[in-house]
């Protein structure tokens, strides 16, 4: 499935704990996430049919690949991820699937992602991903993105947006507060909690290959505009460029590969 052992589990390890634990703490984070996966995967499955082949940029464990697996169980999902922490738990979930799912070590700040994948794909996607990105970056991933694509093939992304008035902005960043606080429940892990007891049990070598791996980050937290976007990816040679969901400062936006 993979192209590599990303990390060496404990001879005790519960990956469906931790992917849980690991699911239960995004939906804290974002609101209506379960929404989003289904209108992405609706969205792939009614315009690039059933058994297509999709790539997903920072899959993570693999959630939003799992939903398009119950949308299209004859696709051909690739995911692809920095992490190798969060490699190996999409490893395991993914067991058995066969010619189905294929998984990849890649770096998206280093466009040499592009090689290692076995030519086109039907569809792109990602969620909560691309934020972590500078923007030259992000706007470099996007003709990658073009390039990968089929003619007609669909690009997706769920993630954070921002706004051009400050005073906007703010008002999403307080209802985001507020949301977050709203949802904080006993037994529900916040990003730092998860990630240290994760890497804690996992142990030194594998929080030393993670954090050699993803190095420093230069993303904009708070995403940046639609407008943004929507200019980028029309440079990049992308139609049909509109946004497809929005919630205040979240959205899924994307275009079609001309």
């Known amino acids: 499935m993979g192209n590599a052992e990303w990390v ?3 001879r005790r390890f519960d990956w469906r704990e931790w992917v849980e634990r690991w699911e239960a703490m995004q939906a804290r984070y974002l609101v209506r996430r379960k929404e989003r996966f289904e209108i992405m995967s609706r969205l792939v499955r009614e315009t690039q049919g059933a058994d297509c082949r999709v790539l997903d940029l920072g899959c993570g464990p693999g959630s939003l690949m799992a939903a398009l697996l119950q949308a299209m169980p004859s696709a051909q999902i690739i995911g692809l991820d920095v992490d190798p922490t969060l490699l190996v738990l999409a ?40 934020h972590w990105l500078s923007s030259d970056t992000l706007a ?50 916040d990003w730092k909690g998860f990630w240290s007891d994760y890497l804690g049990h996992l142990g030194p070598r594998a929080r030393q290959s993670r954090e050699t791996a993803l190095g420093e980050w230069e993303g904009v937290e708070s995403g940046l505009p639609l407008s943004w976007h929507f200019e980028r990816l029309r440079e990049s040679g ?21």
């Open 238 to 258: 992308f139609t049909s460029v509109d946004c497809f969901w929005r919630r205040d400062g979240d959205a899924i936006y994307g275009g079609i590969r001309g």
């Open 91 to 130: 490893e395991k979930r993914f067991a058995g699937h066969g010619p189905h799912v294929r998984l990849i070590q890649g770096d998206l700040r280093d466009p040499g992602w592009l090689g290692l994948l076995d030519g086109p794909v039907n569809a792109v996607v990602s969620a909560t991903s691309l």
């Open 140 to 189: 470099a991933t996007y003709s990658l993105v073009a390039r990968v694509l089929s003619q007609g093939g669909l690009f997706l992304n769920a993630d954070h947006v921002g706004s051009e008035s400050p005073l906007i902005q703010e008002l999403w960043d307080t209802r985001r507060f507020s949301v977050l606080k709203s949802k904080m429940r006993d037994g529900v892990d």
């Open 8 to 10: 060496e589990t404990p």
